[in-house]
């Protein structure tokens, strides 16, 4: 495999991205295989030695190793816009294969084929993957981009060189950048962009995932996935659904736009809807045709399905069709929030 | 039930015991916060003084029932979502509520603790 050229580069991401435990129980899986030793003295060890061992003996499986990658950096902690296809024969075209084709033409097999490439490419964006997603949903596929920028940092330390004259230290970084399109069979396309705290950054991103799936696909043929209605039902709805969400921050606007108000717990760890004046408050501002702008959503875990664990998201802080997943989580803890969101939105219609 | 019990430390300071047991309630009654905001707690209990609920929660660092930890408030006035073993290690800019970024220069930074059992 092309990819094995990348196994520095692989191996430096593994190290940064994921944590000892799940390095250990890629390991362990394979416990008794020659070459495969799991106790290390530091996660250095366990990724450098170990794993790369392992690996080069082909006592696992190099792929394994990217599936560790994917699950650390493609699920949680970024940005998720929903668009969905215009119309029903264009979301059927979104198949894997037609999407290569488009993308790079009759040889893309070759192409794809060596995926998925780790190596960046400096001040630039690249592909880096193509992919189903799983065999359960297996007209779901993945585009991974991988992006690099040099970018200027203020470190926050002055100096002061004479009266009314000082120095403020700036230090350049190198920024990884991770944007994906993922197809949500039957309707959903979402253009994931990893959190930063720069909005521009945010939004040229997105752009930038457009851009790159123009050969396939433009955003003229689709229409933003909005989440008005479902948040409102969310809100309405919150005490007969106490054991599968609570929400802790919700910005309202009344029915003329002319009020924004915001409720947010003072801690944390709040739940909003403890608060009877509270949710008559936002369920006053709504009953009165008033709607949601911005609510953060905490989805329970459920020992026996997904989400496997707590999930908290932001739903139309900016944008009405995106949503912001805070930390790291799995696959499919993330398309139960997408599923959720889809119940929400049809029973709302 | 909490699964923190402050029975034994009840027993090593009994002059601090009323304070220990209020606290012991205290953190039964919020089982489900597992950071405690002592600014919180001060305002909850009324029948003990600030300075033994402050040496109370001490006792509880010293005997590795909780750690300190650091959160920051937004400008709305509210916890950012993040907590910091060392007020060093926040970065210079965190994102509010609603996901707009903030200045930590400026901002409040409040010592907490975190229930380790």
């Known amino acids: 495999m092309a990819t094995y050229k990348e196994l520095d580069e692989a191996l430096s991401l593994v190290e940064n991205l994921c944590t000892t435990e799940q390095v250990a129980d890629l390991l362990r899986r394979h416990k008794g295989t020659k070459n495969v030793r799991i106790s290390a003295e530091n996660k250095e060890d366990l990724v450098r030695r170990n794993l790369r061992t392992a690996v080069e003996n082909n006592a696992l499986d190099i792929n394994e190793v990217f599936d560790l990658i994917r699950s650390a950096e493609e699920n949680g902690n970024q940005h998720i816009f929903y668009w969905r296809p215009s119309n029903s024969r264009l979301a059927n075209t979104l198949t894997l294969e037609h999407v290569a084709e488009q993308l790079w033409g009759a040889n893309w097999h070759k192409v794809v084929g060596a995926f998925p490439s780790i190596r960046l490419k400096p001040d630039d964006f690249k592909y880096t993957d193509l992919r189903a997603v799983s065999t359960r949903k297996p007209k779901d596929w993945i585009l991974k981009i991988y992006g690099q920028k040099t970018i200027t940092r203020a470190t926050g330390k002055t100096e002061t060189e004479a009266p009314g004259v000082f120095w403020r230290e700036f230090v350049e970084e190198s920024l990884r950048i991770v944007l994906s399109a993922r197809w949500n069979y039957p309707d959903l396309l979402e253009v994931r962009v990893q959190r930063n705290e720069s909005r521009t950054r945010i939004d040229d991103w997105h752009k930038q995932v457009w851009a790159m799936l123009s050969p396939a696909l433009v955003r003229s043929q689709f229409t933003e996935w909005e989440l008005s209605d479902a948040m409102k039902r969310i809100v309405l709805e919150a005490e007969e659904n106490s054991g599968i969400y609570e929400y802790r921050d919700a910005g309202v606007l009344d029915k003329g736009e002319d009020v924004a108000a915001n409720f947010q717990s003072v801690s944390d760890q709040g739940n909003l809807f403890k608060s009877q004046l509270t949710v008559a408050s936002i369920n006053g501002y709504l009953e009165a045709g008033g709607s949601m702008r911005g609510l953060s959503v905490k989805w329970l875990a459920n020992p026996n399905a997904e989400p496997l664990e707590e999930l908290r998201v932001l739903l139309s802080a900016k944008e009405s069709n995106e949503v912001i997943v805070y930390g790291h989580c799995s696959a499919g803890d993330l398309d139960y929030v997408t599923n959720q969101l889809r119940a929400f939105r049809k029973a709302a219609s | ?117």
């Open chain 2, 1 to 117: 039930m909490s699964p923190i019990n402050l029975g034994p430390l009840e027993k090593q300071h009994p002059d601090y015991a009323r304070a220990l047991r209020s606290l012991q309630v205290w953190i039964d009654d919020h089982a489900q916060e597992r950071v405690i905001n002592p600014k919180k707690v001060a305002k909850d209990v009324r029948d003990v003084t600030t300075a033994d609920l402050a040496f109370a929660l001490t006792l509880m660092l010293k005997a590795g029932l909780a750690r300190r930890v650091y959160k920051v408030v937004t400008p709305a006035g509210v916890l950012a979502d993040g907590e910091f073993e060392d007020p060093t290690g926040i970065p210079e800019k965190l994102p509010d509520r609603f996901e707009h970024y903030f200045d930590t220069s400026d901002a409040e930074i409040v010592p907490m603790f975190r229930l380790v059992a």
